[in-house]
C-alpha cells in the first residue's frame, strides 16, 4: 500500500514568510501539531513544530535539567509571552529542515521515518516537493495493522484479547 492511499489531502500549511504570531493563530484555529512550510510554489521547505514555537517561551534552565519530577510549575514563569519583536519573526528563522516522503512511500518505510524522527506527523509530497497531503503515526500505525488481518482468524483474534 502507498501512502496517497492513505494521506490526509487537507493540509494546513504555512509560507515561510509567515511570521511566528501567525503559525500561532494556525496551531490554535486547526489544532494541528506541524505546520508543513511552504514556498510561494506550495514546495515544502521547512517543518514547524508546535513544540518548536513553544520552546521559545521555556526558560534556559530547562534546557540544563533531566529530570522535572520535583518541580511542580514555573511559577510566575507559566505566564511568560513572546514579545511583539518575537511575534513579528518569520517562522523561516524557526523552522526545520523538511523531512517528508514521498506519495509513492510505503507504509513500513513512513513508520520508520515517523519512528526515528520521533514525529506524530509527517508531510507528502510529490517528485517535484509539492506539497500534497500529511499522514500521521496512527494513519500508518491503523493501516499496517489492517493488513495483518488478513492473516488472523477471526478465533485467534478473540483469543489474544482474553487475559
Excluded at 503559525?23 to 501539531?33: D, K, P, S, T, Y
Excluded at 510561494?40 to 518548536?52: A, E, H, P, Q
Excluded at 509513492?104 to 500534497?132: E, Q, W
Amino acid at each position: 500500500m502507498k501512502i496517497s492511499q492513505i494521506m490526509k489531502r487537507q493540509v494546513v500549511s504555512i509560507p515561510e514568510s509567515a511570521s511566528i504570531g501567525e503559525a500561532a493563530a494556525l496551531f490554535i484555529n486547526h489544532h494541528v501539531g506541524i505546520l508543513p512550510v511552504v514556498d510561494g510554489s506550495s514546495r515544502l521547505v521547512g517543518l514547524l513544530l508546535l513544540g518548536d514555537v513553544l520552546s521559545l517561551v521555556l526558560p534556559d534552565f530547562v534546557q540544563l535539567m533531566e529530570d522535572f519530577d520535583f518541580v511542580h510549575d514555573f511559577g510566575a514563569v507559566e505566564a511568560r509571552r513572546l514579545s511583539p519583536e518575537a511575534m513579528a519573526r518569520p517562522v523561516s528563522q524557526v523552522m526545520q529542515e523538511p523531512i517528508c516522503v514521498q506519495e509513492t512511500s510505503g507504509l513500513l518505510r513512513t513508520f520508520a521515518l515517523l519512528y526515528h524522527h520521533r514525529l506524530a506527523d509527517v508531510p507528502v509530497v510529490a517528485p517535484d516537493k509539492r506539497l500534497v497531503g500529511i499522514v500521521s503515526r496512527v494513519d500508518v500505525g491503523t493501516a499496517l495493522l489492517a493488513s495483518w488481518q488478513s492473516t488472523v482468524s477471526p478465533a485467534q483474534g478473540k483469543d489474544s484479547a482474553k487475559p
